[in-house]
């Protein structure tokens, strides 16, 4: 074949090249950034049960020739069960975060407070690398504001996720998939950034592999900066005093937190078919908070009747410690495999709060009060999968999983004595709270092509046990949950360009400790926040149509959903006397959403590509149970755009923008944010040093207000973020690897 010949294929199958759309129960295999064919090699293809048929054929037609393919990786890409975003394509970050990251993906928003949700809905749960992490526990949204980005490979959205995965989180799973490298040889990346405000990040990953076995690592530090304000005005009915009170409260706030974060771990090949391997987490935050909260109480004629501060000093720390050992072997020729894992994680977390009342009105003494809330908890997990293949299209999977979690929730209040000039211990605001879970599940899931048509279908039994001990009162409650989930997804390809899909799926969310721990929180004496010990678990059947279209440098995604919810677990606020408010969960009746949602990637030119996502949705919730006459809903939306600009050949620009509107609430509405970033990447001349510079929240519109409007109570709350923040950071790569690196990208500054 001669030179000529062989570009002409070359121009033919390129757009076709990366898969568009993975085999039954496989996740889509990503598209080298290189392709090196002999002819040599190109027979050994043949029997290889990961290659498609469509890419033989392509290996064949080349095989009388060397030649070299570049393929750009799709921006996001759609399988049989989930979305998948890769963090290489488009603008990534040096400077960021992984919840700046999360900010970009399509169905998924954050929140000023950096709380993650999913299509409008907070109950979702985050995995890494496919699996639950220490992490990811209570804190979950201030590691991912301090868990660097560049660390990240790509993010998996699956809203209707199959058996193999734990039904927990009725929203969906978010699975984060950190880099890895397995390439031989050895390769490492150092990365710092500054920016306003006395901000720094750093961090530096490395791989070694010599060939029989594969450590990595990554080491990162970040130094943040956080000040905040938020205002409360409140207007509520005294039915003691038969009057109308008003309340004004004011909080300014200041942390500037620091992260330590090292994550390693090796894999060793006992032989070619058996491999072992072993991991460490380890992240280490603190910080002291500062803060002043300023209240006004207003009686029905506006005179002021109270008027006081709450100064506070909070010394804080967060530590999680993770270990997981691994052991996989496979049977090539039939590409079956079986996994065993064992994993265990350790989360302490301590608040030292300190507090000066300071009163005005009515003239009084100033008082001084403390608050040390410590929490630990502990996760052990053990797993074991197989997969097995009936043939090259079809496979089996199966497993067991034991799951053990507790958390003790110690909380000591003490007040000073102003006529003895010691501390004492406050019964209202000491207690001891101990909460353990257990979860044994199987489950198995089999899919397999019928010629356009493909099936993948599964079943999840599980077995739950959760024991509470509210030491304090000494009253103890056992509850067990027998539950089977079953789910379904099809696909109908209708040509190689389209598919078709229809997804279902049976999820559920357990209470967790904070949730049932009756004993209030007192965040100031007229403030109060208590979980409640009679809640039920959500429930949810949630159902999804699709449709993905690829044709070149374009892709669209399009996803009709529906989901039934009972018993949904919400935060309800309602005033227990003239002066305290107290904040607790209860749960809904039932509540249905549905929406249609979009996405789209394409190019402009050969300069400027664009990702676009959108979501349009209705929400119902029937909140009788909770003291409302009527239904209510509400339709909202959302949109994403990124343009990315390849201004030359070695400069990009970003261009980040992303709105919610209004969303329903079960007491009343969230209001609309928006966000504008902009960023920029020059790659030098030596290929191993790149300049970055970003710039987040440019219009200063990211706030969270929220608005409860019940008949007895009206509450609108602003809080707000610093805005305006801008990184310089640069790259260097170096080492001695067989493939070329990605790309590494910007990202924005949109944490808390």
Request: aromatic share 8%; net charge neutral; hydrophobic share 35%.
């Amino acid at each position: 074949m001669r030179p000529l010949a062989v570009a002409s294929i070359l121009s033919v199958i390129a757009p076709f090249a990366p898969a568009a759309i993975a085999p039954v129960g496989q996740e889509a295999k990503e598209v080298p950034t290189e392709v090196d064919q002999a002819a040599t090699n190109a027979p050994a293809a043949e029997g290889h049960p990961e290659i498609d048929p469509h890419d033989r054929v392509i290996a064949e037609a080349l095989q009388l020739e060397r030649v070299q393919v570049t393929a750009k990786r799709e921006t996001f890409y759609n399988t049989i069960d989930r979305k998948t975003y890769n963090v290489g394509k488009d603008i990534q970050s040096t400077t960021g975060s992984a919840s700046d990251l999360l900010q970009n993906v399509p169905s998924v928003q954050v929140d000023v407070e950096g709380n993650v949700s999913l299509r409008g809905s907070s109950n979702v749960l985050i995995l890494v690398n496919g699996k639950t992490s220490t992490l990811m526990g209570r804190n979950r949204a201030a590691v991912l504001e301090q868990m660097p980005a560049d660390g990240i490979e790509k993010i998996e959205v699956i809203t209707n996720p199959s058996a193999k995965y734990k039904p927990d989180g009725t929203a969906g799973i978010i699975n984060i998939t950190m880099k890895r490298k397995q390439d031989a040889g050895y390769s490492a990346s150092a990365r710092a950034s500054v920016g306003n405000g006395g901000r720094y990040n750093g961090s530096v990953t490395a791989n070694y592999n010599p060939g029989r076995f594969n450590l990595f690592g990554t080491v990162a530090v970040r130094q943040d900066d956080r000040p905040r304000t938020a205002t409360d005005d409140r207007r509520h009915f005294d039915a003691a005093a038969g009057v109308m009170v008003f309340t004004s409260q004011h909080v300014s706030e200041e942390s500037r937190p620091l992260s330590r974060i090292v994550q390693t771990g090796v894999d060793y090949k006992l032989s070619e078919d058996t491999k072992v391997g072993a991991s460490f987490n380890y992240n280490y935050r603190d910080f002291v908070r500062t803060g002043t909260e300023t209240n006004l109480f207003r009686n029905a004629t506006g005179v002021i009747t109270g008027d006081y501060d709450r100064i506070r000093t909070d010394p804080e720390y967060e530590r999680d410690v993770e270990f997981a050992a691994t052991l996989q072997h496979t049977w090539p020729k039939l590409d079956n495999e079986l996994n065993l894992e064992v994993q265990h994680g350790r989360t302490v977390e301590q608040e030292d709060n300190n507090y000066m009342n300071v009163q005005r009105l009515p003239a009084a003494l100033t008082t001084f009060d403390r608050a040390v809330i410590k929490a630990t908890e502990e996760n052990i997990e053990a797993i074991a999968e197989g997969v097995y293949n009936l043939d090259e299209t079809s496979k089996i999977e199966a497993g067991y999983s034991w799951q053990d979690s507790s958390a003790d929730l110690d909380f000591r209040g003490t007040f000073l004595d102003p006529v003895s000039n010691t501390w004492l211990t406050d019964p209202l605001r000491t207690n001891r709270f101990l909460y353990e879970s257990g979860i044994h599940a199987v489950y198995a899931t089999a899919g397999r092509p019928f010629g356009h048509f493909g099936v993948l279908g599964g079943l999840r039994f599980e077995h739950a046990t959760i024991d509470t001990d509210q030491r304090t009162t000494q009253v103890t409650d056992r509850t067990v949950y027998l539950k089977l989930y079953p789910t379904l997804h099809l696909s109908y390809n209708l040509a190689d360009a389209h598919q078709l899909q229809l997804n279902y799926s049976h999820r559920v969310h357990r209470p967790e400790g904070d949730d049932l721990n009756p004993y209030p929180e007192f965040l100031d004496p007229f403030n109060l926040r208590a979980g409640n010990p009679d809640l039920k678990p959500e429930d949810i059947h949630s159902f999804e149509g699709g449709y993905q279209y690829k044709q070149g440098d374009t892709t669209f995604l399009a996803a009709l959903y529906y989901r039934s919810l009972s018993n949904g677990i919400t935060s309800v606020t309602r005033y227990i006397n003239s002066t305290t408010l107290l904040t607790t969960k209860e749960n809904l009746a039932t509540s249905r959403s549905g929406g249609l949602e979009l996405a789209a990637t394409t190019a402009l030119g050969k300069s400027v590509s664009l990702n676009f996502s959108g979501n349009v949705y209705r929400n119902e919730i029937d909140a009788r149970n909770l003291g409302f006459s009527e239904r209510r809903s509400t339709l909202a939306w959302d949109a994403k755009l990124n343009a990315n600009w390849n201004a030359t050949k070695n400069t990009v620009v970003q261009f980040n923008t992303n709105y919610s509107a209004k969303r329903l609430t079960p007491q009343g509405y969230r209001y609309p944010t928006y966000v504008l970033n902009i960023g920029l990447r020059h790659n030098f001349a030596d290929k191993k040093t790149s300049l970055i510079l970003t710039g987040s929240d440019l219009l200063d519109s990211l706030k969270d207000r929220t608005l409860i409007e019940t008949a007895a109570l009206r509450q609108e709350s602003t809080r707000r973020r610093t805005a305006r923040i801008f990184y310089v950071g640069l790259i260097y790569n170096f080492g001695k690897a067989s493939a070329k690196k990605p790309k590494d990208d910007l990202q924005f500054d949109n944490a808390p």
